[in-house]
C-alpha cells in the first residue's frame, strides 16, 4: 500500500509555526487552497482545503515562503487523528504530513 499525496495550492493564511523541546523542535500548520480542474458550465471554480503539517522547516522559509496567498508545492502522507471535543464527543481531523515542500512563486529579493 502506498500513502503518497501531491497538492498545489495557496496559503489561506500566514503558517502558525511553534516551537518546543527547548527550541529542537518546530512545527508549522496552515491550510492549502487547491482549486479544481474542472467547472461546472454557468458556475465558477472551486477549491478544496487541506490541512498541512510541516515539522522543523528551517526560519528563514517559514518567514519568507509560508504567507498568505503564497503558492506552494507540497507533498507527504495523509494521516487522520482523533481527540475528545469539548463535548467529549470524538473530533476526527485528516492531515497532509509534509516530506517535501517547494515555494513556486520565485521571485528575486
Known amino acids: ?18 516551537t518546543f523541546e ?8 496552515f491550510t ?9 458550465e454557468g458556475e465558477e471554480r472551486k477549491a478544496d482545503f487541506f490541512k ?11 518567514s519568507r515562503w509560508l504567507k498568505k496567498g503564497e503558492l506552494v508545492s507540497v507533498s ?9 471535543g469539548a463535548d467529549q464527543e470524538d473530533v476526527y481531523i485528516t492531515e497532509l504530513i509534509v516530506e517535501h515542500i ?5 521571485k528575486k529579493d
Do not use: H
Open 102 to 106: 517547494y515555494p513556486t512563486n520565485f
Open 22 to 29: 527547548e527550541n529542537t523542535k518546530r512545527v508549522s500548520k
Open 76 to 84: 507527504g502522507r495523509m494521516e487522520t487523528r482523533s481527540f475528545k
Open 32 to 40: 492549502v487552497a487547491v482549486d479544481r480542474d474542472f467547472v461546472k
Open 1 to 18: 500500500m502506498m500513502n503518497s499525496c501531491n497538492f498545489m495550492g495557496r496559503l489561506t493564511q500566514d503558517a502558525n509555526t511553534k
Open 52 to 62: 498541512v503539517v510541516a515539522w522543523n522547516l528551517p526560519e528563514k522559509f517559514i
